[in-house]
């Protein structure tokens, strides 16, 4: 049986209404609210330049010093910020090559002290006693009456490098480690393990 | 021509190879580990156990190989500057944590997942109890300075029992006057036996009520300590007069702070404001008298 044209496109022409008009309606009754919930895990981080931190020195009649850096580099989403801390990793705090050792730095951290032959010891600028600086690095030069150090504390006394009240993104802190040795400090490979310490507040 | 065309090019070789080096250096190969996440608050039974899980993420640009392992938590002073070594008389709860898997090597973008468990022995009393689980690379050397990092979970116990819940808003400080940054102290007392969590809020506001600053954290305050919580307005307004008002949420209670009102100004715009205000005096005084004088000669 042959369906007229003109009924053809009458039919089509419902067709098409019924699928525009029908179309929102079906969308409409699909439609629904949904809720999204997303907890965001707290986390904190922190990263050094470098695993060890070298310092070596030529020794002087009259001592010499060399001063080298390490930056840390704190990030954490905690609203409360976060602490950051430096201790030795054990209750020794010399730096030792076998038998010889190099005495940790008589200061400490509000009363830091220039440093005199044979010991070594760490500064942070514009924390404690240190004074603002800046620190620059020098290998094997005349031991600075200026630049003050503090002894790295053992672990049961960690030292407070830095405390924030807010996120940190890339926060950054540069510790520097001077060590001066003259012509009596035996030859030797020395070293100590430092421990950085960065918790959420 | 040609020589110009291959200078600029040298140049922008150049500045590429300096801008270049410069970002390789700030971008240093470190090594480091990420946890997640950064404390637990943790309520248990006394005999009872806890599951839960830590994040161990190496985001770093090094291999590294790492440890896991728990400590003494205590604080010390208002600041709570934390102590992970043992206090005397106090109960070791390190023996109460045990890991699943208690580190080891992890490749650059890898991560670990730490279970661990906290069995709190029968015989404990209630109250509250924090150790603090550590994930501590393993750097090795034998010259020099060698750099160990770790970041901790500080982990919030509540042995279930009797006991005192008790806190206090021990000082609200706001100075009247004060240079940008905007700073306010709020302190925070337990006078319990166990821990809770105060929910801070503080707004600044203008004098037309809008709100200009907000200031939302959830620190937790231990037993028998006043916990100092800064507020700072950092990157703030520099200059004009705030309203500052906010509530603080603890123990199911709502304790609202007293409004203060401060004058933010540096050294040279509150000698500005005082000249003007001075100026403004002697302005009105003289138009007084002025006009005292005009109505005597009539």
Known sequence: ?201 | MRKVFWGKLTLGVFALLVLGGMTQNANAASGGLTISPTSADVKVEPGGTYKGQMLVINQGELDINYKVYATPYSVNGEDYKPYFTSVPHATDITKWFSFGYAGGSLKIGNQDTIPYTITVPKDVGAGSYYGTVFAETEDKGNAGVITRKRVGMVVYIRVLGAATEKGSVSSWDVPWIQEAPFNATLKMANEGSVHFQAKVKVRVSDLFGGTKFTYERDPEIIPQKIRKIPVTWENGATFGLFKVDGEVNYLDKTEKLPTRIVFIANTPMRLLTVGMLLAFIAIVVVLGRKRAVASSKK
Do not use: C, E
């Open chain 1, 1 to 201: 049986m042959k369906i007229p044209k003109k009924s053809q496109h009458i039919a089509l022409a419902i067709a098409m209404l019924v699928s525009v008009v029908g179309l929102p309606t079906v969308a409409g009754a699909a439609t629904t609210s949904t809720t999204i919930n997303s907890a965001i895990s707290s986390v904190i981080s922190v990263f050094t330049s470098n695993g060890t931190v070298t310092a070596n020195v030529t020794p002087t009649g009259a001592g010499a010093q060399t001063i080298a850096s390490d930056t840390l580099t704190v990030s954490t989403n905690d609203t409360l910020g976060y602490t950051l801390q430096l201790a030795d990793s054990d209750a020794t705090t010399t730096l030792t090559s076998g038998a010889n050792t190099i005495a940790a730095s008589s200061g400490n951290q509000t009363t830091p002290v220039a440093q005199v032959v044979n010991t070594w010891g760490y500064r942070v600028d514009g924390v404690g006693g240190f004074g603002a600086g800046p620190t620059s690095g020098q290998s094997s030069a005349a031991i600075s009456g200026t630049i003050k150090f503090a002894g790295v504390p053992a672990n049961a006394s960690p030292n407070t490098i830095k405390t924030t009240a807010t996120t940190a993104s890339n926060d950054t802190t540069t510790v520097w480690y001077g060590v001066a040795a003259n012509t009596t400090q035996p030859t030797g490979t020395y070293s100590d393990t430092i421990t950085y310490t960065a918790t959420a507040n």
